[in-house]
């Protein structure tokens, strides 16, 4: 398996667990993410973007990043154009760190809907902002190591069938969840969480560290 992490623009903490997740990975950079690089010790093979926000003061080792450059006016963002490019060198799972949050709500639901049609092409994909995880959630079952008292939702991109949730304060068997329904937002996990899935498309968040205080 080839994993990639994709630096993306939005907010983003180092953690223990986003350490693991991201050791050892090929890492890109699309436009503003190259900030994330510092936070986490990385240096990119490769930077992406229109650069239209770039961070000032990069040491010189990411400055130097070998860059692909693209004019502001194009038809796909930094973060797809960088997740292409993960793909282009065998990506077969990606980390897209920074994926939630900052100042573009619409560029983070991109994400969350991007991550669902990469899974489908068979293509592992994480989301995270080192306190908040997002992973796409297939038809079958899937298993998740959380630890108890864990904050999760399971959000519907359309309407659920067969939803089974065990390992949880609030389980749930076998149910059709109609699309928009909150009934799948706000659990905990207790015990080992597993979440099976016969219809629908669908997305985990879940919450493993609290976000620092602003």
């Given at each position: 398996m080839?994993?990639?992490?994709?630096?993306?623009?939005?907010?983003?903490?180092?953690?223990?667990?986003?350490?693991?997740?991201?050791?050892?990975?090929?890492?890109?950079?699309?436009?503003?993410?190259?900030?994330?690089?510092?936070?986490?010790?990385?240096?990119?093979?490769?930077?992406?973007?229109?650069?239209?926000?770039?961070?000032?003061?990069?040491?010189?080792?990411?400055?130097?990043?070998?860059?692909?450059?693209?004019?502001a006016?194009?038809?796909?963002?930094?973060?797809?154009?960088?997740?292409?490019?993960?793909?282009?060198?065998?990506?077969?799972?990606?980390?897209?760190?920074?994926?939630?949050?900052?100042?573009?709500?619409?560029?983070?639901?991109?994400?969350?809907?991007?991550?669902?049609?990469?899974?489908?092409?068979?293509?592992?994909?994480?989301?995270?902002?080192?306190?908040?995880?997002?992973?796409?959630?297939?038809?079958?079952?899937?298993?998740?190591?959380?630890?108890?008292?864990?904050?999760?939702?399971?959000?519907?991109?359309?309407?659920?069938?067969?939803?089974?949730?065990?390992?949880?304060?609030?389980?749930?068997?076998?149910?059709?969840?109609?699309?928009?329904?909150?009934?799948?937002?706000?659990?905990?996990?207790?015990?080992?969480?597993?979440?099976?899935?016969?219809?629908g498309?669908?997305?985990?968040?879940?919450?493993?560290?609290?976000?620092?205080?602003?």
């Amino acid at each position: 398996m080839s994993t990639f992490t994709i630096l993306l623009g939005g907010d983003l903490i180092r953690t223990p667990r986003l350490d693991r997740q991201v050791e050892g990975s090929r890492v890109i950079a699309a436009d503003a993410g190259i900030g994330h690089a510092r936070l986490l010790g990385l240096v990119p093979e490769l930077w992406v973007g229109d650069f239209d926000s770039v961070p000032a003061n990069l040491p010189d080792d990411l400055a130097s990043v070998p860059r692909r450059t693209f004019p502001a006016e194009k038809d796909q963002t930094d973060g797809e154009l960088a997740i292409a490019a993960a793909l282009e060198r065998g990506a077969t799972s990606l980390v897209l760190a920074g994926a939630f949050g900052g100042k573009r709500a619409d560029h983070a639901f991109l994400h969350l809907a991007l991550a669902l049609r990469l899974a489908e092409a068979g293509t592992d994909v994480l989301l995270t902002s080192g306190a908040q995880e997002g992973v796409p959630l297939l038809h079958g079952t899937a298993g998740f190591d959380y630890a108890d008292g864990t904050l999760f939702s399971v959000l519907g991109f359309s309407e659920l069938a067969g939803l089974t949730v065990t390992g949880a304060k609030w389980p749930l068997n076998n149910v059709k969840v109609a699309f928009g329904s909150s009934l799948t937002i706000s659990n905990e996990v207790k015990g080992h969480l597993e979440i099976a899935l016969d219809h629908g498309r669908a997305m985990l968040l879940a919450h493993p560290y609290p976000f620092p205080e602003s």
